[in-house]
Structures are given as structure tokens and as C-alpha cells.
């Protein structure tokens, strides 16, 4: 059995330094909000390029205080795309604003810009943020979105829950935006064993309200200041996770490796590979191919012991808490629902091994 996914492989591959890392938090005798989550939002932020980073409870607790961080309103606007995790847009409404989902571009799965200023020009109200999501491990047209959001006042958090370490441009994504949202879920490219997220922002003022907002609001200890919440990061998956950053970069570099082999094993089949947006870079998160008979070849993978999932089977406007209640962009969302028929996410994790993905190479150009 080849799986899709292996949480458990990044925890062996680094077994000694993260029993070691867990034994020193439980033997300290501090437990949430401590030295190590101190330490892992330094060097977290550091590695991204920005000063601030802020430890929170999940990925989507990053978005709900980042959003709620830059004042978002309850009659407010926040632009989205609806082909991506259902948090993303979840985390609108729970920081009360409104969600307005846009189309995405076929080929790169992300937000498409040229919607982006459709939607902009005829806003169904105030629009206070857009959240760019780099989906896949693939960042958004940052260099489109960015000037045009800043032109209709709207700030921009972008959604780094699956793009740890992507570059846009020259920069890492989750540095472009105002303000950026990590997830630690134990799948991501840095997993925690357990949940786990952060916000990173250069911004010294958001950084303060972020803080106060993850701790009852606190800025002086039992002085709740502003109303906020319980979204501490706690110091065991801190120190899980600063371990795992240190060999980020290296993952990252397995995950393209295996990437660039499944281009070459998969050339010529009747499936759509990755697409890669020139001036970014893409760090595979997942590794997603299109085919309309989707459905069957997952079938037939399976039968062959070959785990495969689909990120993700209903676009979020369809799903039964949003159906026929979230605000729309100008073009519908024809796209999104075309993606959700066709992805399919293979194999890829960095100790899925050479001869496990040419198992699954072999089994495609027998059944696509
Ligand atoms: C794109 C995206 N945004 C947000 C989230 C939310 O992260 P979490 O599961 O840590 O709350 C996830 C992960 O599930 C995600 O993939």
C-alpha cells in the first residue's frame, strides 16, 4: 500500500531530535506560551523575511485573528476563492465578516486576477481584505492582486497554509501581504503532531493586537484590553516544529524532486500536470493532476494498493453550510466546480521513495 499522504514518515525520519525536543518541554515544566514558542516565532518569522511572528491554535485560528487583527467589520467584504480548504472561507464568517468567492485560473488552481478586478469594480459592498490562498504549494499572482487590492483599500492575508517556503518573486510567501496565515497541521510541508498555526506579519502594531487577540485580549496579564480568545500554539508542538523547520528546506527540495519525477513518468498521458507560474517557486504541497475521469482512475488506483485524495471534491459554495447564501464574483464560479470533477491529489510526501513513486508512475501509464 503506497499511502497519499504519511505524517508518521516526517516523525521517523527525525525520531531521536523530536523525542528529545518533547522530553526537554515536559521535563521544563512550562507548557503553553512559553521559551520554545518564543523561539519558533523568532525563527519562523526569520525564515520568511519578517519580523513578526505570532503563535496561534490552528491554521484557521490564523486567519480568523489575522482578519479580525486588521478590523474587519460585520458588513465587510472579504474576497476569496472557493476551490480551496473550507477554512479559508470559514474563517471569514467567524471573524463576521462576509465571504465573496471568486474564480480561479484552470491551470495553477489559484485565485484569478483578472476576476479579482472585475469583482473589485463592483463590490456588493465595502471590501475589506482579499485572502489569496497558495494552493497546492503553489503561491497566488501576487503580483497581480497585491496593486490591486492596495488600490481599493483592501488589505491583503494571504493563506500559507499549504506554501511554507514557496518563493513569489524573490520573496517568501507569506512576506507580500499585509498580514499571512500559517497552518501546522500534521500534513502541511511543516506539520506539528497535533494543530497548530501561525500569523507572520511585518507590521509591529498588527503583531500587538495579534498577541493580545490569542489571550483573551490580554496585553497585561488578566487586563483583557480588547475582547479576544484562547488560540495559544502550546510549547511541545513549538518544540516539535522548530526541530522540523531545520529541515524544511530540504523537504521541500525532496517534494520537487519527486515532483519533476512524476512530470517526466506522466508525459504524454491524457491527465493535465502541475502547471508552474513563471517568477514563483512551487513547493508541492500536494501534487494535483486533472483528468475528467477522475473518479474511475481513483478507483483503479486504489484496487492497486495506491492511495490517492481529492483537494478538494466540493467547491466551498456548495457544500451544505454555504449552498445559495455566499455572495459571489462577477463570473460565477464555473472553475472551481470543473476543478472540484477533476483533481487528483498522488502520492507525495518526502519519504515516499523512488521505487514507490515509479509503482505509481507504471500504474498510471497502464490505467490513464
Ligand atoms: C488552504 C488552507 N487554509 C486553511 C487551513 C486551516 O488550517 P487548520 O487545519 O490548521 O485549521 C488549511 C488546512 O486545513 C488549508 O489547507
Sequence with gaps: MIPQTDPKGGYLAQRAEIDAAIARVLEGGHYILGPEVAALEREFAAYIGVRHGVGVASGTDALVLALKAIGVEPADYVVT????????????????????????????????????????????????????????GQPADLDAILPLARRHGARVVEDCAQSHGALSGENRAGSRGDVAAFSFYPTKNLGALGDGGMVVTADEALAERLRALREYGWRERYVSDIAGANSRLDEVQAAVLRVKLGRLDADNARRAALAAAYDRGLAGLALDLPARRAGASHVFHQYVVRSPARDALRDRLARRGIGTNIHYPLPVHLQPAYRGRLATGPSGLGESERAAREVLSLPLYPELDDGALAEVVAALRKLA
Excluded: Q
Design 81 to 136: 476563492v472557493s476551490h480551496t480548504a473550507v477554512a479559508s472561507v470559514a474563517a471569514i464568517e467567524l471573524a463576521g465578516a462576509r465571504p465573496l468567492l471568486i474564480d480561479i485560473e484552470p491551470r495553477t488552481f489559484t485565485m484569478d486576477a483578472a476576476e479579482l478586478e472585475r469583482a473589485l469594480a463592483a463590490p456588493p459592498g465595502r471590501i475589506a481584505a482579499v485572502v489569496p490562498v497558495h494552493l497546492y
